[in-house]
C-alpha cells in the first residue's frame, strides 16, 4: 500500500516530504510506547501515534520508518517537522483516533509487524 | 585485530527532547563506512534505548562506539544513581520511570530488554550510588 493510499483511507493531511507519497508501506504499528515501537522489526513501516514530541520522529528514523500519522488531529511542531524532513519521513495528522486509523487501514490490508525473537 | 574506529559522544542529560542526537549521528557514520542497513538499525536502536535511560535516569553521560572488523561495541557510561536489581531491570515491563518520563512514551520498561535483544552481548555493571556502565557488542560478520 502507498502512503498516498494511506493519506486517501484515514482523511489524513500531509505535513511534510509530500514527494515520497508513493513510496511503499509493508506494515504499521499504532502505538503511544515508543519502547514498544523499538521492540518490533518493521520493514517500510508506518507508525500511527497520539504521542507528539521530538522521540516520536527519532524512534521512526532509528527504525527506519517511512511515515508517522498523528492521530486525533494532534499537530507536530516545527521542529519535528524539521527533524522528519531530514530523513524524508512523510508526516501526516487525521482526525481519527487511533483505533479507527488503524482498523481501516488493517482491514484494507496494511498488515501489523513481525515480533523479533 | 587492527584499532578499531571510535566515535565519542557526551549525552546532555537535561534536555529530552534533544535525546537520541548521538543515535543520529552514528547512524550517519555507520552508513557512511558502509555497514549493512540491518546491523545500522541495531546498533542504533540500542544505543537510542541505552541514551534515553542515561537521560531520564542518570542526568546524561557518555557513548563510546568502536568499530572494529569483526564487530561494533557500544560502552554507555554515566554516574547516575545506579541499578538496584539488575534482573528485575531486565524484565520486559518493569521500570522505576515517572508518570513524567511515561507521559513522554519511554519508561514501559522495554529499554533494557531492547537493548538486550538487538545486542549480541551485552554486559552491564552497576554500583548504586555511582553509576552504570552498558556495554554492548553487535557481530558484524
Known sequence: MTIREIKDLIGAEVLCCEQNLERDAYSACGCDLMSDVLAYVKDQAVLLTGLVNPQVVRTAEMMDMICIVFVRSKTPTKEMLDLAKESGIVVMKCNKRLYEACGLLYSNGLVGNKVKD | ?141
Open chain 2, 1 to 141: 585485530m587492527s584499532e578499531p574506529l571510535v566515535f565519542h559522544f557526551d549525552i546532555n542529560g537535561d534536555d529530552f527532547s534533544t535525546a537520541g542526537q548521538a543515535s543520529v549521528q552514528i547512524k550517519n557514520n555507520l552508513r557512511q563506512l558502509g555497514l549493512s542497513p540491518e546491523i545500522i538499525r541495531r546498533v542504533s536502536i540500542a544505543m537510542y534505548e541505552g541514551e534515553i535511560n542515561m537521560v531520564i535516569h542518570a542526568n546524561g553521560g557518555t557513548a563510546d562506539v568502536k568499530v572494529y572488523e569483526d564487530c561494533v561495541e557500544i560502552i554507555l557510561a554515566d554516574n547516575g544513581p545506579g541499578i538496584k536489581d539488575i534482573d528485575m531491570a531486565m524484565k520486559e515491563g518493569y521500570s522505576t520511570a515517572s508518570d513524567s518520563t511515561r507521559s513522554l512514551g519511554f519508561g514501559a520498561g522495554m529499554g533494557l530488554p531492547n537493548m538486550k535483544r538487538y545486542t549480541d552481548d551485552m554486559k552491564i555493571d552497576s554500583t548504586v550510588g555511582v553509576g552504570t556502565t552498558v556495554t554492548m557488542k553487535i557481530n558484524i560478520a
